[in-house]
């Protein structure tokens, strides 16, 4: 003791200045890598280490309890397999190219879709209008050859290259109903020319289908030209107001072609009789593709919540529930809520109108920010109809981040959210677009922690240039402690 005491009063003022400011620096390094680390890979490297090399050395390996499992190794290999990625699918209410998405570059000067975006339309379009046979007839020779066009101009002068070589080429009244009509009105007769010349097609399609497999092709391609145009034009009447006439429409469209089911054409009907208030008739379409073996949307989930909360809503406050604790009908309808939310999580801001609403994409992500921004840009007016249906969301989503185990990655009711909605959402939405992101990582407890040593060690070194004297009589004094 008497050693270091005298080892003490022997150093100056600019020892400790020296220290400090050492201190204040390599601790400063610290936390730039580790902030660093963070953002390129999600996690605290001093954590990591301490996690993945040092427990095992004290033994904290033997002690931890195991990971939860329900399967074998096996089965939790195979489980992971089949979880589904971030696959991009065709937005069930994507807008019109030339009477809506055009109209709102000509009015803004920005360009609502995406290179990216636009692109898998154009896949589309291969996929469904063509087909190995389109040789055989010259029409749909110039129209196979119109959807790989990538300039506007030059798809509409193919299409109407293909109608002087046949006046009933179907997929050329699509082109100019998508992209050159200025107006739903314009488009909505463009499609009723197209479905003229369509149903004409698919009746001579199906009479010789059983005779090559060529044949068949040709089938499922005029099968699909026309499923198509008969959606658009129960589209064009929803957009006019004939409301009635396009949920009729939509009916013998699902009747007629049962198993097309993946087109999703039921989500167009919920929104068309959302907008007549037929609640009984939501519920029995919800009651049909709201089943465990269908895949789910935030068009249903959402939908389900809605109804559930128009059960109460309008009565719904949340003093009287605390005091008195929630009914039988309010729990079923916080607990939809939950569910929505946990499935995509982007919904409520945009319904509450914390974030600001662009035009919907042509394709979407489930459960990702791009989904989000197409079912609320719908379906806002709908939750806005019912009466504290957006209060009861405000008072209860964000609740549902509490019930979903840590990490916010695992999943309660669904799969485990996936981690490239994120990436996928940014080519999907224009640029102008501050794209919703879930989970928002914490910062882990050593970037607070070295962040805090490094201003505290600074401030040390600052005070010790300032008042030297002083802060050797209290460094000697916090030694002899």
């Known amino acids: 003791l008497l050693t270091v005491t005298v080892f003490l009063s022997t150093l100056t003022p600019k020892f400790y200045f020296a220290l400090t400011v050492t201190s204040s620096f390599i601790s400063g390094l610290i936390f730039v890598f580790e902030w660093w680390h963070f953002r390129k890979y999600g996690t605290s490297f001093i954590e990591q280490v301490s996690v993945s090399h040092l427990r095992p050395l004290i033994g904290g390996a033997e002690n931890s309890p195991p990971a939860p499992a329900a399967f074998s190794a096996g089965e939790n290999e195979a489980s992971r397999q089949n979880m589904p990625e971030c696959k991009v699918w065709r937005n069930p209410l994507n807008l019109f190219r030339g009477a809506e998405y055009s109209r709102y570059m000509w009015v803004t000067g920005k360009e609502p879709l995406t290179y990216y975006d636009m692109n898998l339309s154009a896949q589309d379009h291969q996929n469904f209008f063509t087909c190995d046979t389109d040789a055989l007839r010259p029409s749909d020779t110039v129209m196979q050859k119109a959807w790989r066009e990538r300039n506007p101009q030059a798809r509409i002068k193919a299409a109407y290259q293909a109608l002087e070589l046949n006046n009933d080429c179907a997929t050329a009244y699509v082109l100019l109903a998508e992209e050159e009509a200025t107006t739903i009105v314009d488009a909505e007769k463009y499609f009723k020319q197209a479905l003229k010349a369509g149903e004409m097609i698919y009746k001579k399609s199906q009479n010789c289908h059983s005779q090559s497999p060529q044949h068949e092709a040709q089938l499922r391609r005029d099968t699909n030209v026309l499923v198509y145009v008969k959606r658009r034009l129960a589209m064009c009447a929803r957009k006019l107001g004939r409301i009635r006439e396009a949920v009729k429409m939509m009916r013998d469209l699902m009747k007629e072609f049962p198993l097309l089911s993946m087109l999703n054409i039921h989500e167009n009907l919920l929104e068309a009789l959302l907008e007549l208030q037929a609640y009984a008739d939501v519920q029995a379409v919800l009651a049909k593709y709201d089943d465990i073996s269908l895949p789910k949307s935030a068009a249903i989930c959402y939908t389900a919540a809605l109804l559930k909360a128009r059960a109460v809503s309008e009565r719904f406050s949340p003093e009287t529930a605390s005091k008195r604790g929630l009914s039988t009908a309010e729990i079923n309808a916080v607990e939809a809520i939950h569910r929505a939310v946990e499935f995509n999580p982007h919904v409520p801001k945009y319904l509450l109108e914390m974030k600001s609403l662009v035009l919907p994409p042509e394709h979407i992500l489930k459960r990702g920010d791009s989904e989000a921004v197409a079912y609320a840009f719908f379906h806002l007016q709908h939750w806005k109809r019912i009466e504290g249906a957006l209060n009861l969301l405000h008072c209860t989503w964000e609740g549902t981040f509490r019930m979903i185990p840590y990490p916010l990655e695992k999943g309660h009711l669904f799969y485990p959210y996936p981690s490239c909605t994120e ?59």
């Open 423 to 481: 990436t996928a959402d940014r080519e999907l939405l224009p640029t102008f677009h501050e794209v919703s992101v879930y989970p928002q990582k914490e910062l882990p407890f050593f970037i607070h922690f070295t962040a805090g040593l490094c201003s505290f060690s600074a401030m040390l070194a600052l005070l010790t240039h300032q008042f030297p004297e002083l802060m050797v009589v209290f460094a000697k004094a916090v030694s002899t402690v």
